[in-house]
């Protein structure tokens, strides 16, 4: 099941439900993609940058991008 189907799974349990746990969890879900997606674009750094860091430094920021790109699928 990707992402895009549960959110709209659970928009529609939210508008059926008299219970706001599904809308909460909606909202939650879409700030927290919101967050990642900022993060993933800074990230996103010039080969310039990359090239001035440390090898670990580098590695460990590609490491954390991938991660964010992951979490964005």
Do not use: C
């Amino acid at each position: 099941m990707t992402n895009e189907l549960i959110k709209i799974n659970l928009a529609d349990q939210a508008a059926l439900s008299a219970s706001p746990t599904a809308k909460a969890a909606l909202k939650r879900i879409n700030d927290l993609e919101g967050v990642v997606s900022k993060l993933t674009y800074w990230f996103d750094t010039d080969q310039e940058v990359l090239d001035n860091m440390t090898a670990a430094g580098r590695n460990d920021h590609i490491r954390q991008h991938k991660m964010l790109l992951d979490a964005m699928l």
